[in-house]
């Protein structure tokens, strides 16, 4: 049987103290654990970080550089000894910036790791561009090494390398806001992109066809879900308070179509599930979305294991 090794991440993107920090532990309450039955959750641990801070990096320009960097140590060696043990890592809590350790960590379990996203953004805002200093907008950028000659310090050594040919972008609906920045789409780079109007009209297809896209050079894979990927009509808890989400993405219902179709395909090693804010889920709502995507794709990895 396939055993699930959980493991939070009490990270926030802004530096605040609470808000995406306190996920990991949110989703636990809600019944992660028991969501994953029939499945064994045999590990479940928070990573250890330093003290959040709002304040931007000089190495990297990224808020929250000290704990950034200290998440990517982390988890790429809980990411790489989940997977030497045998078992399926679940990495919740957080933001997207997590993928810089996850992916350090599942390469050094094969040369080449494909990766399967699932985020309303397509998260390659170069760093000397960016707003706010928000590493979850710049992490896919860093992965494929497009702003590699800007990033400087410890960070620069931990980021490993994806391949466009390894990279499958479902659900982005930022196009306008690249726009201003003149960021082009990674699909120009030969990476498999389909916006959110795509997917929602054929889920079932579109997951296949990107799960088979990262594996045709990689036996493994991995899967990230950006909850932004989500309309904010039915995922309210997602982006900062009181600055209004943007409109449109996919319902749970089809996200959960997505995930599950996607994961029939062989070589699955590990998911992440981020972007998710208690202090906007005041009746719990969106941490019971949370638990039900995670029992329909325990199902799935059950009856295919």
């Known amino acids: ?114 990766l399967l996203v699932l985020d309303g953004h397509e998260d390659t805002m170069p760093l000397d561009v960016s707003e706010d200093g928000e590493a979850a907008n710049t992490e896919i950028g860093l992965l494929l090494g497009l702003t590699g000659k800007t990033l400087r310090g410890p960070l620069a050594a931990l980021v490993p390398t994806v391949a466009p040919g390894s990279l499958a972008i479902l659900g982005p609906r930022d196009d306008a806001w690249r726009r201003r920045f003149n960021v082009a789409s990674a699909a120009g780079l030969g990476a498999y992109v389909r916006d959110a109007t795509a997917v929602a009209s054929q889920p079932g297809q579109v997951a296949r066809e990107a799960a088979e896209f990262v594996t045709r050079s990689n036996q493994r894979w991995w899967m990230h879900v950006d909850l932004d990927v989500l309309d904010p009509e039915h995922f309210p808890a997602q982006g900062v308070p009181d600055v209004p989400d943007e409109p449109g993405g996919l319902s749970p219902d089809q996200l959960s179509a997505v995930m599950a179709s996607a994961a029939r395909h062989p070589g699955l090693i590990g998911i992440s599930l981020v972007i998710y804010d208690p202090a906007q889920d005041a009746d719990g709502a969106c941490a019971r979305t949370i638990i039900r995507l995670v029992q329909d794709l325990a199902q799935v990895l059950a009856g295919s294991r």
């Open 1 to 114: 049987m396939l055993q699930i090794a959980i493991i939070g991440v009490p990270f926030d993107g802004y530096g605040r103290a609470a808000n995406q920090t306190l996920a990991a532990q949110a989703i636990r309450d809600a019944g992660i654990s028991a969501a994953w039955a029939p499945l064994e959750v045999v590990t479940d641990e928070d990573i250890l970080l330093p003290a959040q801070s709002p304040e931007r990096g000089t190495d990297t320009t990224l808020v929250n550089e000290s704990a950034l960097i200290a998440m990517t140590r982390d988890l790429t060696v809980r990411v790489a000894g989940a997977a030497a043990s045998e078992a399926f890592p679940c990495v919740i809590g957080g933001d997207c910036s997590s993928l810089l350790g996850i992916m350090a960590g599942a390469v050094q379990t094969a040369d080449r790791v494909g």
